[in-house]
């Protein structure tokens, strides 16, 4: 049975961002409802450990994400979990219905979209064959799973090479694969990589298929070389994939503005091209996607969106208070 809610600000996604902005609506003494379809914290679950975190030199993901929700519902936010947003939708009279994968409905007038992105998937063949018996998108979860193994991961950006330091930790080995002949990830992680010795990289090679063995586990990669053509077979029990995210912005119901990958481009005060929608997180198109971009740009969405609700509590226009300017925060 279907169920409809009334709130001020709904923020759809729990990540860094998510919880920011609800904590500061929240601090605002406006009704807001975190709308998670897991557990919350987003890519804090999907970390170890962060060191780049202002104030924190050492902190683990899981208790950053605790101490974020915490945060937020000690200012009155709610959090409704294994809500999976299906659908965003502008009504006719200016609010919009968040709707959720289980009949449930949530009215509001402003709406912050912090959903994040998927997975990018490599399409070879096997991989959603073994995907969850070797094939896997997160090291934090599967990798004890590993312990003493010889496994691939592939990648050449941040979260690639930040996991494939963390996963030898657990195996014997991690072969990093990468297309090209030079990691796009920051010169500090590149060195803790090639320091490593239980890392090897392998240069201009790509991954062609996953097979499996008699128990259906991954037990052998098919890999070519881009530049000489040459295929041959890597034995691994496990691949971790780390070549990207797409933006879940599939949820927004209408156009809005956004770049050539999909991510939503916003003013200065994170709101989209449809008035009263803000984003932040990774769902936004931005130069870097890290923590504290994330809280930042998310505390500014929150007030935003509170000086919004403030304007049409007074009658402004909605034209009056919405362009690439904004309003000053």
């Known amino acids: 049975m279907s169920q409809t809610y009334d709130y001020e600000v709904v923020v759809v996604g729990a990540g860094p961002a998510g919880m920011t902005a609800a904590m500061y609506t929240g601090r605002s003494m406006l009704k807001t409802v975190v709308l998670e379809r897991g557990f919350p914290g987003g890519e804090l679950l999907n970390t ?15 208790e950053l994400a605790q101490k974020f929700e915490s945060h937020a519902q000690k200012f009155g936010a709610e959090f409704h979990t294994g809500k999976t947003v299906t659908r965003v939708s502008k009504m006719e009279d200016g609010s919009f219905e968040t709707h959720c994968d289980d009949g449930s409905v949530y009215r509001s007038p402003t709406v912050i979209a912090t959903a ?15 995907a969850g018996k070797g094939v896997s998108y997160c090291a934090i979860c599967d990798g004890a799973f590993f312990r003493n193994h010889t496994i691939a991961v592939v990648g050449g950006g941040d979260a690639a090479v930040e996991e494939t330091d963390f996963l030898t930790r657990y195996a014997d080995k991690v072969y990093l694969i990468h297309r090209r002949d030079e990691l796009r990830a920051s010169k500090i992680l590149q060195k803790r990589l090639f320091d ?4 090897e990289v392998l240069w201009d090679t790509v991954v062609e298929e996953i097979q499996g063995d008699a128990q ?7 890999i070519r070389n881009v530049k000489s053509g040459e295929t041959r077979d890597l034995a691994a029990t496990g691949i971790f994939v780390f ?20 991510y939503m481009l916003t003013d200065t005060n994170m709101q989209s091209s449809i008035p009263g929608l ?9 130069l870097v996607r890290q923590v504290t971009t994330a809280v930042g740009d998310a505390t500014t969405a929150a007030i935003a969106a509170e000086k919004y609700l403030k304007a049409l509590q007074d009658g402004t226009p909605t034209e009056a208070i919405h362009g690439s300017g904004g309003y000053a925060v």
């Open 216 to 222: 259906g586990l991954v037990h052998n990669l098919k």
């Open 116 to 130: 994040g992105g998927t997975p990018v998937k490599l399409g070879v063949p096997g991989e959603a064959e073994y």
């Open 48 to 62: 170890e450990v962060i060191e780049d975190y202002p104030g924190f030199e050492h902190v683990l993901g899981h």
């Open 196 to 199: 490593n010795p239980k890392v």
């Open 243 to 262: 070549i990207g995210f797409r933006p879940n912005t599939g949820i927004i119901d209408g156009h809005f503005d956004h770049d050539d990958m999909g």
């Open 278 to 286: 803000f984003s932040a997180g990774d769902l936004r198109s931005q």
